[in-house]
Nanobody, 119 residues
Framework: VQLQASGGGSVQPGGSLRLSCAASGSIFSINVMSWYCQAPGKQRELVAFVGSDGTTIYADSVKGRFTISRDNAKNTLSLQMNSLKPEDTAVYYC??????????????WGQGTQVTVSR
């Protein structure tokens, strides 16, 4: 399975971007799809995830501004980012974890896409 992320770029504060992640190959049906971000000098951290049942979780810093969604038929993941702030500047990575009865089965990472928010 390979993940291809796209949609990053440079925007002014208050602007919007939509990130997309396309997964090629077969993905085990029980999975969680996530977006992580990593700012310079900081650890990679979770932005949001969506489970195969549609459950979503967001980091407090993005609640009300970002929306994560998935299309199971197309194996795609999206992140709509509104009201962007300079502190959202980071490289964004998509991630898929699959699970079986024994726990974590597989994990995949995309290559990362740069988001820069500045005047």
């Amino acid at each position: 399975v390979q993940l291809q992320a796209s949609g990053g770029g440079s925007v002014q504060p208050g602007g919007s971007l939509r990130l997309s992640c396309a997964a090629s190959g077969s993905i085990f049906s029980i999975n969680v799809m996530s977006w992580y971000c990593q700012a310079p000098g900081k650890q990679r951290e979770l932005v949001a995830f969506v489970g195969s049942d549609g459950t979503t979780i967001y980091a407090d810093s993005v609640k009300g501004r970002f929306t994560i969604s998935r299309d199971n038929a197309k194996n795609t993941l999206s992140l709509q980012m509104n009201s962007l702030k300079p502190e959202d500047t980071a490289v964004y990575y998509c991630n898929i974890r699959t699970y079986s009865s024994g726990g974590l089965r597989d994990e995949y990472w995309g290559q990362g896409t740069q988001v820069t928010v500045s005047r």
